[in-house]
């Protein structure tokens, strides 16, 4: 079974800054896909960027970018540029394709904006 | 496109009696997920639908747990003899084979609170 792991129960960033949250996955395949999902309070889940295991590049969304390492089997997520509104708990999720499709999720990140 | 929708958003029942959420996915999505996410956890895959074939099922899917998503558009959970156990959110996602690869919309989830 894949396994996520996120080792920042909460994290706190001032407006304006950067901030860089961690991801680590346990997984024996070579075909796999990763997200980050943000879920501010009370409120849906939101896709925030998507990997594909294949492609070497990183993935970029406007301020939010990620470190994939590979090898490492890191994949980290960082916010540029933070704004208030990117409070939320932060998911790091692994998806093997062609097998059942289902998200594995980390425990979440707790990002608190400061003003 | 009016996103994946879930009612009831809040239910309180008595341990032992059965409920039913219903989810309405993005119309063109063929790709229906339910996960249960407690609190300070990540959500947990509990099945998965492709059209009306329900494809995937997880081990934490008890025989007390029924979904089905008839004629492949809207899906109903069903918890039958509910348990204190079964306290948790409810979310949907829906995803389409096609042009994105399977990046799951989440609804805004059904929390259930059993007494």
């Known amino acids: 079974a894949q396994t996520v792991t996120q080792s920042q129960p909460e994290m706190s960033v001032q407006e304006a800054e950067t901030v860089t949250l961690s991801c680590t996955y346990d997984?024996?395949?070579?075909?796999?896909?990763l997200f980050w999902y943000k879920q501010p309070p009370s409120r849906q889940m939101i896709l925030v960027i998507r990997?594909?295991?294949?492609?070497?590049q990183n993935a970029t969304e406007n301020r939010f970018s990620v470190n994939f390492q590979k090898a490492a089997k890191s994949f980290s997520l960082k916010i540029s540029d933070s704004q208030l509104g990117d409070a939320a708990m932060y998911f790091c999720?692994?998806?093997?394709?062609?097998?059942?499709?289902?998200?594995?999720f980390g425990k979440g990140t707790s990002l608190l904006v400061t003003p | 496109d009016t996103g994946v929708s879930q009612d009831p958003r809040h239910k309180i029942t008595k341990r032992g009696q059965n409920v039913t959420f219903r989810c309405d996915p993005i119309?063109?999505?063929?790709?229906l997920y339910w996960y249960r996410q407690t609190l300070g956890q990540g959500p947990e895959f509990l099945t998965y639908?492709?059209?009306?074939?329900?494809?995937?099922k997880s081990r934490l899917l008890s025989d007390r747990f029924s979904a089905e998503r008839p004629k492949g558009s809207f899906s109903t959970l069903e918890i039958q003899r509910t348990e204190q156990g079964d306290s948790a959110m409810y979310l949907c996602?829906?995803?389409?084979?096609?042009?994105?690869?399977?990046?799951?919309?989440f609804g805004p989830g059904t929390r259930l609170t059993v007494l």
């Open positions: 639908f492709q059209n009306e074939a329900q494809l995937e």
């Open positions: 999720a692994y998806m093997r394709p062609n097998s059942g499709y289902a998200l594995n």
């Open positions: 119309s063109e999505h063929n790709r």
């Open positions: 997984t024996s395949e070579s075909d796999y896909y």
């Open positions: 996602a829906s995803s389409q084979k096609a042009g994105l690869a399977d990046t799951q919309y």
């Open positions: 990997q594909e295991a294949y492609k070497q």
